[in-house]
């Protein structure tokens, strides 16, 4: 908080998913749908202020939706490219979080540790957006249901299979999920599994909402029958050395046209992207009429428009 300004009473961050209840999700939704139905009566919303976009890792789709939605908005983005140094190498997280918020009116930081993401919002008195950790990759899981919605109408019930490791993708489609009442089914080898507390916080939300969250070893008993197929990459960004191990322990775990066909005969296949063809999911599947990856992409437009709209209006 500077100095001369007196305390904001709520400030909003988006740092795990968690924040929004199962009835502000839905209003949640409402609004990207009205965003992205009348993005005109929207671009002005952030005229005169200012964001900055700190990553600590590379992106294609972040960076370019969050810099076009902030330009849609009116306002405008500052990119901090941190893809060389580690946030609170050269100066404590505080400070750069204490500089930072007497400048711009919203940070987007995607960084290597969730504790980096808190730090920063603990000590920057305006709005922190996770755009991507270790442990959450919330803007991707709300577009991805917002995606869903479009294509299904309600999300509640609906079957979501994820395939894969159990990752930041995987935390945030179970955070998300539960909170929109789907069924979420997640495969993983053993020793990928997702963390066991956030399944545990998801399962709670589902009991309340009616979905229903599993975590599975068999690839085929998670796709039996679901509307969606969904997996990530087998080595995350900065697990780069582990990519030979990984994909031994993931041999099983592909996506591949076989896997595919038991889901239902409706079924779409999801990915947040990038992708790897021939790994975590064949060029057959990705590619085919059934995927939906490149409107997921085009989502996470107007679904973080919506974020930001929420967050800082
Ligand atoms: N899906 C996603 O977040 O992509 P980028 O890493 O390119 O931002
Ligand atoms: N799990 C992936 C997601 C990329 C959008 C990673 O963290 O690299």
């Known amino acids: 908080m ?13 740092l795990t998913g968690t924040e929004w209840n199962p009835a502000q999700l839905r209003e949640f939704f409402r609004l ?31 960076r ?9 908005l ?25 500089n930072l918020e007497r400048w711009v009116q919203g940070i987007v930081a995607r960084v290597f540790k969730q504790k980096a993401l ?3 919002a603990r000590n920057a008195n305006i709005p922190v957006i996770n755009a991507l950790s270790d442990r959450f990759h919330p803007c991707q899981a709300l577009a991805d249901f917002f995606t869903l919605q479009e294509r299904f109408g309600a999300l509640s019930g609906l079957k979501l299979a994820y395939v894969g490791d ?45 979905g229903k969250i599993e975590i599975l070893r068999s690839p085929e008993e998670a796709v039996a029958g679901v509307q969606a197929v969904y997996t990530d990459v087998w080595a995350s ?33 999801l990915h947040c992207l990038p992708a790897h063809r021939g790994l975590e999911v064949t060029g057959g599947v ?15 437009l107007h679904v973080q428009k919506a974020v930001l709209h929420t967050l800082l209006t």
């Not at 749908?33 to 700190?54: N, S």
């Not at 969050?66 to 330009?71: D, K, P």
């Not at 009116?74 to 979080?97: M, V």
């Not at 775990?253 to 409706?266: G, H």
Request: hydrophobic share 40%.
């Open 2 to 14: 500077s100095a001369t300004s007196a305390p904001v009473e709520t400030k909003h961050d988006l």
């Open 32 to 62: 990207a749908a009205e965003i992205k139905a009348h993005p005109d009566r929207y671009c002005t919303v952030l005229a005169g202020r200012v964001l900055t976009l700190i990553f600590e890792k590379p992106s294609l789709r972040t």
């Open 64 to 72: 370019m939706t969050f810099e076009v939605g902030i330009a849609n």
């Open 74 to 98: 009116g306002g405008t983005a500052i990119f901090l490219d941190h893809t060389s140094t580690r946030l609170g190498e050269r100066e404590p997280i505080r400070d750069i979080a204490r």
């Open 118 to 120: 808190e730090e920063l």
């Open 166 to 210: 159990g990752n930041n993708m995987c935390h945030s489609l179970l955070t998300i999920g539960a909170r929109v009442g789907a069924d979420v089914r997640v495969a993983t080898p053993e020793g990928y599994e997702p963390e066991e507390k956030i399944v545990a916080a998801a399962s709670r939300v589902a009991r309340e909402t009616g």
């Open 237 to 269: 960004m900065g697990q780069e050395a582990e990519a030979a191990e990984r994909e031994r322990a993931f041999a099983d775990y592909q996506v591949d046209e076989a896997l595919f066909s038991q889901a239902a005969r409706d079924a779409v296949f």
């Open 286 to 300: 990705i590619d085919s009429p059934r995927s939906i990856i490149y409107d997921q992409a085009e989502n996470r």
